[in-house]
């Protein structure tokens, strides 16, 4: 028998960033339905084009989405929450995107999107199912077995995907307080069992179950909800074949749940538990298939191919052939699509990396090697052993100077002088704000305009002096603006500044960047992580000049803004062959720098943003304590060069904080501001049990949302901040950056805030 190989799943985006491009255009009225839905079927087309030329057996299916996979399962098994007017049936793609992203003026009128928050331990966002006591269930679309059914028609086989429902339930939350959303199981099951018969009608073999919940800690309740599950998923098709998927980490203590479901093969993410095959193959049942996640679908880093080969022979001659499949170690999703795209990229550093479709490559030759013997490959085998070698050795990886000053950095530089209290004196005295003061979180409309100027410098065509003139003409009118309406403390827009991490980034040595190197991290945003190749440090001051400029235009305090270190490392491509709170010292250093350069600057207050602070957290809690030991020091290590009088701010966004807000108050920033806009409040329940000491900034505005919060809205969402946090602790912003939203948009909705902070002050009078 030949070793099948295998993909969980393969980019959506589309080499291009077609997709990015077609529902823009659909969103926008500039296309039809019609186009948007013929422009997903050639991407799907064309993914599985790709695979099958390079020799995949077993392809995906149901693997792409117009928004996000989980919205897909709401929508298929009618999880729609009933502010959107849905009264059964097929679910157009009118509603399907007002969940997504809300409406302004659409169906429905004026309605918000569904909450949205990290998808595990990555930088992908999904929209978080909602649930009430009375939910029921039926089947609302059929798009696993339609698009099954796509594929077949073009002359390929494929294996269905779909998100496995007790993952699936687990990621619901419910306005109903009190309701567990394992207790609608059975309710549940039906619709995947419906959903399997359709499958196996139309041929299907083999379906791939998503349950990543199972690298989660997990109390018995849920364990036995996987049991109930399968055993009722096993009898509903007893043709089909179902590989149970897990990814993201180890089985760890849910092996035994595992190995006992009724499925027939079961995938572990190898790359994140390379130790847990032996435990594995010790206790699976010997017809279960293994499905070994080999290939690291998180990281661009090129597989050393002879080293992996070592591993596995002995497995296949353990276990035989027709018992295993070699795949990546979860969705390719997390990839970019294709390294041939690129150019200019060091070709040292080129010659190290793997985008998706060469893992694809990579999975490929790992099949041959083992069906017809090392001697097919040799080639591929030598040059992969070659690029190991080469980047094992290469000098621009290491910088001895940089490693000193990590080893030489002492307790005492991740510690402000003086404890918040003292520091809170110094800071209002300093700033003299009014109660509820108001700010945005950093950034400000990126128009075409600004996007064409910077594409034009880009190119040569708009010269460095005119690109400057016009990016300080555009910062002085958003100076002015903000004065007008009446915020407290001003941003400068961060006009000149492509990405929150690129920008820093490409200042920084031990990054580089690609062109076409573009993962999703939810609907149509889409990110271009860097990778981090090499020892970091900061070459010059980045950002110190804006500020500067900015500051010098307006009496009101102007925040410097920086992404923080956790940030940095988490939104990149990180080097593997060293520990990430190593590389993330670095990083911090590298930003003192820049924070005490700000300082000298007449900057005081700056803003080092965490978003990823959250996202960074291991899956497992016996690992927290290391992490957020590191991550909370290295943000100190990054801030606490300034004075007591220089106020300190972050921001986090789309996170659960309830279960760290320990540790993040130990980051000791002057002010926190968080997402809190989509969940009504609802993340502020973690300052109820927790009492964090220092200030706040609780989002108003959901800036992801194409509507216009009215003064009435914010004011009453202040008034529940009230309700939890004291009034002089509360800062009053958007819940994120405003790059992505328009000018027509922001201005209404800023000047509402504004109001809206005037409301409330007179109200405490």
């Given at each position: ?245 897990t990814y993201f980490g180890g089985l760890g203590d849910n092996l035994d749940t595992a190995l006992g479901l009724p499925v027939a093969g079961l995938h572990l993410d190898l790359t994140r538990a390379p130790g847990e095959i032996e435990r594995v193959i010790a206790k699976a049942p010997a017809d279960l298939v293994l499905s070994l996640g080999l290939i690291d679908g998180r990281n661009v880093w090129r597989a050393d191919l002879p080293a992996l080969l070592d591993r596995i022979e002995p497995l296949v001659a353990r276990r035989g052939a027709d018992r295993l499949i070699l795949a990546p170690s979860c969705s390719l999703l997390h990839a970019p699509v294709d390294l041939r795209q690129e150019s200019g990229l060091d070709p040292d550093l080129q010659s190290w990396l793997a985008f998706a479709a060469q893992k694809v490559e990579e999975l490929t030759i790992l099949g041959r090697a083992l069906n017809e013997g090392r001697g097919a490959v040799a080639a591929a085998l030598d040059e992969s052993a070659r690029a190991a070698a080469a980047r094992k050795t290469s ?266 807000i320990a540790a993040i108050g130990t980051m000791d920033a002057d002010v926190i501001s968080i997402e809190t806009a989509r969940s009504k409040m609802e993340l502020l329940q973690a300052f109820t049990a927790y009492h964090y000491p220092n200030e706040i900034g609780p989002g108003v505005y959901d800036i992801h949302a194409p509507r216009l919060p009215s003064v009435e809205e914010m004011t009453d969402l202040l008034a529940k901040a009230e309700l939890t946090l004291a009034a002089g602790q509360i800062w009053v912003n958007p819940d ?30």
């Open positions: 028998m030949s070793i099948i190989t295998s993909t969980l799943g393969f980019p959506r985006i589309g080499p291009r960033r077609e997709l990015k491009a077609t529902l823009e255009n659909y969103w926008s009225g500039k296309s039809t339905a019609a186009t948007l839905l013929d422009d997903a079927r050639a991407l799907r087309a064309a993914a599985w084009a790709r695979q099958h030329a390079a020799g995949i057996t077993h392809i995906p299916s149901n693997d792409f989405s117009l928004y996000d996979h989980i919205l897909d399962t709401s929508t298929m098994v009618g999880a729609i929450p009933g502010l959107y007017g849905w009264s059964g049936g097929a679910v157009s793609l009118d509603s399907y995107f007002a969940m997504a992203r809300g409406t302004r003026g659409r169906i429905g009128g004026d309605l918000p999107a569904m909450e949205m928050t990290k998808w595990f331990d990555t930088n992908y966002h999904f929209m978080v199912p909602e649930f009430a006591r009375d939910q029921t269930f039926s089947l609302s679309s059929t798009k696993p077995v339609d698009e099954f059914l796509e594929a077949k028609g073009l002359g390929y086989h494929t294996r269905p995907v779909v998100v496995g429902p007790v993952t699936y339930l687990l990621l619901g939350k419910s306005r109903d307080a009190g309701l567990d959303p394992l207790s609608l199981l059975p309710g549940l099951l039906p619709v995947y069992a419906e959903v399997l018969r359709r499958l196996a009608a139309a041929g299907a073999d083999w379906v791939q179950i998503d349950e990543p919940a199972l690298v989660l800690d997990l109390d018995e309740e849920t364990r036995q909800a996987f049991r109930t599950a399968y055993a009722a998923l096993a009898q509903a098709a007893p043709g089909i074949k179902l590989l149970l998927t000098p621009k990886i290491h910088d001895p100077s940089v490693r000193a000053r990590m080893i030489a950095a002492t307790p005492e530089m991740s510690r402000r002088q003086a404890p918040f209290a003292a520091r809170r004196t110094l800071q209002h005295q300093r700033l003299a704000l009014p109660s509820f003061p108001t700010t945005t979180i950093g950034s400000f409309p990126q128009t075409q305009e600004v996007r064409k100027a910077r594409a034009a410098n880009a190119k040569g065509s708009m010269s460095d002096a005119s690109y400057a003139a016009y990016l300080r003409q555009e910062t002085a009118a958003a100076v002015h603006w903000q004065e007008e309406i009446g915020l407290d403390v001003l941003v400068h827009g961060e006009f000149e500044r492509n990405d929150m991490v690129q920008y820093f980034g490409e200042q920084l040595s031990g990054y580089a960047f690609t062109k076409h190197g573009w993962v999703q991290s939810y609907g149509s945003r889409y990110v271009r992580p860097p990778v981090i190749y090499g020892d970091v440090s900061r070459p010059h001051p980045m950002s110190v000049e804006w500020s500067a400029y900015a500051q010098s235009l307006t009496a009101r305090p102007m925040k410097g803004m920086l992404t923080g270190p956790v940030t940095m490392l988490q939104w990149s491509f990180v080097r593997n062959d060293q520990p990430r709170a190593d590389t993330c010292r670095q990083i911090a250093l590298a930003l003192r720098d820049e924070v005490v350069d700000l300082e000298k600057a007449g900057i005081r207050i700056i803003q080092v943003d965490e978003p990823a602070f959250r996202e960074g957290l291991p899956l497992r809690k016996a690992a927290w304590p290391a992490y957020l030991g590191w991550a909370a020091e290295c943000f100190r290590l990054a801030v606490s060069g300034v004075r007591d009088d220089t106020q300190i701010h972050t921001h986090m966004c789309y996170s659960e904080f309830n279960d760290i994120c950056g405003l790059k992505t939203r328009t000018w027509e948009e922001v201005r209404p909705a800023l000047a509402n805030m504004v109001e809206a902070a005037k409301r409330i002050r007179a109200a405490i009078r």
